[in-house]
T-cell receptor, first 108, second 114 residues
Framework: DSGVTQTPKHLITATGQRVTLRCSPRSGDLSVYWYQQSLDQGLQFLIQYYNGEERAKGNILERFSAQQFPDLHSELNLSSLELGDSALYFC???????FGPGTRLLVL | QQQVKQSPQSLIVQKGGISIINCAYENTAFDYFPWYQQFPGKGPALLIAIRPDVSEKKEGRFTISFNKSAKQFSLHIMDSQPGDSATYFCAAGNSTSGTYKYIFGTGTRLKVLA
């Protein structure tokens, strides 16, 4: 058990749409990391939040944004979706030691 | 300079054999090198990790060998089992502003034949 819950498991949407992915780390975990895994780009770090504040940024597009709420769950917002955004999106906790099961996004 | 090169892309090993996956990096600022195992439909799981002050770390059947001067590290899976069939990722990380950021290798798909 990674101690990370992600919803939804699967998401199918159309180009141009906006979606929100949710991550709930184990109670008490202050950090959450978001990653994108695609066939052509591999596993890439997107962004990290720590106790509600953005801590580090990776290869996150301007169309993407994230936030962490007072209860420490986090949401990754993807807007103006393109076909190339189809990927697995993971969140992780504890310095990326534990990954959640991921959300598989398919943009048609 | 930020790349981590992983090879081979895929690997087939007989049960009981040794699986070896290699990674190379360029940025000498990296100071933490984890390996992850990922099964289909699951998130990556941390398998074993090493820091550059040691040349080898062993945990059960899994060993990391680290060559700082060559900027290479490898994962050895001894007595490989069919249950080890998965995709393996190496990563290299360094800490900035109190948090680690990682660059991942492209993955090696391992299949262990029964």
């Amino acid at each position: 058990d990674s101690g990370v819950t992600q919803t939804p498991k699967h998401l199918i949407t159309a180009t141009g749409q906006r979606v929100t992915l949710r991550c709930s780390p184990r109670s008490g975990d202050l950090s959450v990391y978001w990653y994108q895994q695609s066939l052509d780009q591999g596993l890439q770090f997107l962004i990290q939040y720590y106790n509600g504040e953005e801590r580090a940024k990776g290869n996150i597009l301007e169309r993407f944004s994230a936030q962490q709420f007072p209860d420490l769950h986090s949401e990754l917002n993807l807007s103006s979706l393109e076909l190339g955004d189809s990927a697995l999106y993971f969140c992780a906790r504890e310095e990326t030691q534990y990954f959640g099961p991921g959300t598989r996004l398919l943009v048609l | 300079q930020q790349q981590v090169k992983q090879s081979p892309q895929s690997l087939i090993v007989q049960k009981g054999g040794i699986s070896i996956i290699n990674c190379a990096y360029e940025n000498t600022a990296f100071d933490y090198f984890p390996w992850y195992q990922q099964f289909p439909g699951k998130g990556p799981a941390l398998l074993i990790a090493i820091r550059p002050d040691v040349s080898e770390k062993k945990e059960g059947r899994f060993t990391i060998s680290f060559n700082k001067s060559a900027k290479q590290f490898s994962l050895h899976i001894m007595d490989s089992q069919p249950g080890d069939s998965a995709t393996y990722f190496c990563a290299a990380g360094n800490s900035t502003s109190g948090t680690y950021k990682y660059i991942f290798g492209t993955g090696t798909r391992l299949k262990v034949l029964a």
